[in-house]
């Protein structure tokens, strides 16, 4: 049986109900969905698509960096919107995290978020 661990990080927000930051099992690290919110005061940075993509995307950051691995060990991306219309918008900032590394992806319209969000990220890292 392959041990399982959290992995935690004041770098990024706590989690907002029962569930880890991250698990690691092995060399699979699963980050839980991230929203862009600021990891010191638990709020959205703020109401825009943009503002939040960033920050969802650096708090996905941070874990993927807290179980000792980087952006370019990525393998797989899910992203949630509550608007299909930002889609774009969200795919530039998006593009300046992952730098040329493409990992596998799949991006869904979904009717609402925690928090009110408009997004949210979950990844899965092999390192």
């Known amino acids: 049986i392959m041990a399982v661990q959290p992995i935690e990080t004041n770098q990024a927000p706590a989690a907002i109900g029962p569930y880890s930051q991250g698990i690691s099992a092995g060399a699979w690290h ?26 969802a995307l650096e708090n996905l950051k941070h874990i993927v960096e807290a179980a000792g691995c980087s952006l370019s060990q990525v393998v797989a991306v899910d992203v949630f919107l509550t608007d299909m219309g930002n889609f774009l918008e969200f795919n530039g900032i998006y593009e300046a995290f992952f730098a040329g590394h493409k990992p596998a992806r799949a991006v869904v319209e979904v009717s609402a978020l925690p928090k009110g969000g408009c997004v949210e990220v979950k990844c899965i890292v092999n390192g």
């Open 30 to 55: 699963f980050v839980s969905g991230q929203l862009g919110m600021d990891p010191e005061t638990g709020e959205l940075v703020s109401e825009d698509v943009a503002g939040q993509a960033q920050q």
